[in-house]
């Protein structure tokens, strides 16, 4: 068993956390940051985690490429988020490059490398605290609780987003259209693709703009992804798609 890391919140956290401002006046403000704080700080985030599960094989981190593939389904994907990345960021990627192993697929972010990994090779446990990777099947730790995901339930969890929309990422989803109510709908009407276009449909919006939407929920899986070609394999669902339960 290998615990994947969604390393990208780790090594943000404690990176962040080691910021110094330093306003020297005259509109002079100078950053710093202190690397052994922060590398420390990320090898004790990891050690909590390790302590969790005891026994494991591997710990494997995962990082989000600079380049985004969403990007091109949605130029606006994440825009608001244009903060720089803090002080010794890719510094300390590159130091745990050297005492673990370190996965950043070119185009990917952190949650598709791991949704591509953890189907490829099933047996593994997930770690994350981001709600998008209740869309992969097997077993996922947030911090919380670990608990083991069906496939079924990965594919319901997929819609739901592409309805709710996640203002996090910069999608909107149908509007007034939240988790809860995203629910309801599929349980009243089917978890179908034709629910999701409808429901759309129903606030006057068209069918690309579903597709849309449900592409950029979609975290990827090995299905979703041409190991060939090294890039995603955009997700286009049959008029009839339907979850199976």
Same mark, same amino acid.
């Given at each position: 068993?290998?615990?994947? %890391? $969604?390393?990208?919140?780790?090594?943000?956290?404690?990176?962040?956390?080691?910021? /110094?401002? +330093?306003?020297?006046?005259?509109?002079?403000?100078? *950053? /710093?940051? @202190?690397?052994?704080?922060? =590398?420390?700080?990320?090898?004790?985030?990891?050690?909590?985690?390790?302590?969790?599960?005891?026994?494991?094989?591997?710990?494997?981190?995962?990082?989000?490429?600079?380049?985004?593939?969403?990007?091109?389904? !949605?130029?606006?994907?994440?825009?608001?988020? @244009?903060?720089?990345?803090?002080?010794? =960021?890719?510094?300390?990627?590159? #130091?745990?490059?050297?005492? =673990?192993?370190? %996965?950043?697929?070119?185009?990917?972010?952190? &949650?598709?490398? +791991?949704?591509? !990994?953890? /189907?490829?090779?099933?047996?593994?446990?997930?770690?994350?605290?981001? #709600?998008? +990777?209740?869309?992969?099947?097997?077993?996922?730790?947030?911090?919380?609780?670990?608990?083991? %995901?069906?496939?079924?339930?990965?594919?319901?969890?997929?819609?739901?987003?592409?309805?709710?929309?996640?203002?996090? $990422?910069?999608?909107?989803?149908?509007?007034?259209?939240?988790?809860?109510?995203?629910?309801?709908?599929?349980?009243?009407?089917?978890?179908?693709?034709? /629910?999701? *276009? &409808?429901?759309?449909?129903?606030? &006057?919006?068209?069918?690309?703009?579903?597709?849309? @939407?449900?592409?950029?929920?979609?975290?990827?899986?090995?299905?979703?992804?041409?190991?060939? #070609?090294?890039?995603?394999?955009?997700?286009?669902?049959?008029?009839? !798609?339907? *979850?199976?339960?």
């Amino acid at each position: 068993m290998k615990l994947l %890391i $969604d390393a990208d919140f780790t090594v943000y956290k404690c990176c962040a956390a080691s910021e /110094t401002e +330093m306003d020297f006046g005259d509109d002079v403000i100078v *950053v /710093t940051s @202190n690397f052994s704080e922060a =590398y420390a700080c990320v090898k004790r985030e990891l050690a909590k985690i390790e302590k969790v599960f005891g026994s494991f094989d591997e710990l494997i981190l995962f990082f989000s490429s600079p380049n985004n593939f969403r990007k091109k389904i !949605y130029p606006d994907y994440k825009g608001h988020r @244009n903060r720089k990345k803090p002080c010794g =960021y890719k510094r300390v990627i590159e #130091k745990l490059k050297t005492e =673990y192993r370190v %996965i950043i697929k070119d185009g990917l972010e952190a &949650d598709d490398s +791991m949704g591509v !990994y953890a /189907t490829k090779y099933p047996g593994n446990i997930i770690v994350s605290p981001d #709600k998008d +990777m209740k869309q992969i099947p097997g077993q996922l730790y947030n911090f919380e609780d670990v608990f083991t %995901i069906t496939k079924s339930e990965g594919e319901k969890w997929h819609l739901t987003q592409s309805a709710a929309g996640d203002n996090t $990422d910069g999608y909107a989803g149908i509007p007034g259209v939240g988790i809860k109510k995203a629910t309801q709908l599929f349980e009243a009407n089917g978890w179908s693709w034709k /629910t999701l *276009v &409808d429901a759309f449909a129903d606030k &006057d919006l068209g069918e690309d703009i579903a597709l849309q @939407n449900a592409r950029l929920a979609k975290i990827l899986t090995a299905e979703d992804y041409d190991f060939d #070609k090294q890039e995603p394999i955009l997700w286009d669902p049959c008029p009839n !798609y339907q *979850v199976n339960n």
